[in-house]
Structures are given as C-alpha cells and as structure tokens.
C-alpha cells in the first residue's frame, strides 16, 4: 500500500510549535534545578527573561489544566524620604543597606517572605 496517511506526520508548523515548546519545558526544567535566581539564570543562559516567565505559566498550565497562582507577595520600591519624617514605629529591626535602603522588619513577620525579599535584594546588589 502506498500513499501517506493522514495525521500521521505533523505540519512544519505544529512540528515547529512542538520543537519551541520541548525547548522551553527544557530551559524552565535547567532554571527549576539551577541555585541562580531567575534573573541571573536568564542572563546566563541568555534568555529573555519576559518570554521565560511566560513560558513557565503556559507549560504549567498545559500540565493537567493547572495554573500557576499569582505571587501573594510583590516588591515596591519605595523612594527614600527625609530623615525626620520616616516613623520607625511599629519596626522590630531595622536594616540599613548600602545603597540607602531600610528594610523595616515587624513583628511576626513571615520568614518565607523575609527570605524571598532578601534573595531579591541581594540578587540586585
């Protein structure tokens, strides 16, 4: 019997879809495993650290339907005011960075959210 069957060789497009897709489940799977904040892994890598975020959602969620929550927490950066006019109240810790920066730690403060705010901060150092 000759003749192709149909369906049973993807188009160049869907293949390339595939072959995008198998590198990206790649690159998100070295980022997962690697010690490096995404940021530096990104630059390391040389990949656009925009498309990897993306990429991570889509895959994630292609895996059984799930979704990937949005982050509970979110960083501002907060201009520093003049001396006199900063309140401490209500602080426990304070720490000075050297860029100028005060982190005011409270009370009972989450540890998890404490260390993700100090990966984030020495990552920009």
């Known amino acids: 019997m000759t003749g192709t069957l149909v369906g049973m060789n993807p188009s160049p497009r869907k293949a390339a879809m595939q072959e995008r897709r198998a590198r990206w489940r790649s690159i998100v799977e070295q980022a997962a495993s690697s010690s490096l904040p995404i940021r530096q892994f990104c630059q390391a890598q040389q990949v656009d650290e925009p498309q990897y975020y993306y990429w991570r959602r889509i895959l994630a969620q292609e895996e059984g339907g799930?979704?990937?929550?949005?982050?509970?927490?979110?960083?501002?950066?907060?201009?520093?005011?003049?001396?006199?006019?900063?309140s401490t109240a209500g602080a426990v810790l304070e720490l000075v960075l050297e860029r100028g920066w005060r982190l005011?730690?409270?009370?009972?403060?989450?540890?998890?959210?404490l260390r993700c705010v100090l990966a984030a901060l020495t990552a920009q150092a």
């Open 66 to 86: 799930k979704s990937v929550a949005a982050p509970t927490s979110r960083f501002v950066l907060v201009r520093p005011e003049a001396e006199e006019t900063v």
């Open 104 to 113: 005011r730690i409270p009370r009972g403060v989450d540890e998890t959210t």
